[in-house]
């Protein structure tokens, strides 16, 4: 009895290889972004630990201020001068704010005002 070896050929091999390899390669660079960032974190935290007046404008257009007291992933105390402390939930907030900030933004803008143009002295108004 006779027995045949049966020898791959060395090419198949090294394509099947590195088409393997490119695929691995391919699934590590589709890897997707981080969820969390963590910005949201260290932003409530800063604001918590300063103890910053913070204005919070909710999905329906109501506006309350207050200082951020403890936060979690869905929600937030805001502690409340002269007014109950509420826990608002994340999902119903629009937006939040400085109230300190958007006062200086107003007093620049009224000193910058693109609107009006500005006074400059030519030298025909010199000669008069």
């Known amino acids: 009895m006779q027995r ?9 091999v090294k394509e099947k290889m590195t088409q393997e390899a490119k695929e691995r390669e ?17 932003y409530f935290l800063k604001q918590m630990n300063k103890k910053t007046l913070m204005a919070v404008v909710f999905a329906d257009g109501e506006e309350v201020e207050g200082y951020i007291e403890w ?6 105390k805001l502690n409340r001068q002269h007014a109950p402390n ?7 907030v629009k937006y939040i704010y400085k109230p300190e900030q958007l006062e200086r ?3 620049q803008n009224k000193n910058e005002d693109p609107g009006r143009p500005q006074k400059t002295e030519t ?6």
Do not use: G
């Open 71 to 76: 936060y979690d992933r869905n929600c937030f």
């Open 123 to 128: 030298s025909d108004s010199k000669k008069k």
């Open 4 to 12: 045949k070896l049966i020898r791959p050929n060395l090419t198949e």
């Open 26 to 42: 391919a699934a590590r660079k589709k890897v997707a972004p981080p969820i969390d960032t963590h910005a949201e974190n260290y």
């Open 86 to 92: 509420l826990l608002i939930y994340k999902r119903q």
């Open 105 to 107: 933004s107003r007093e």
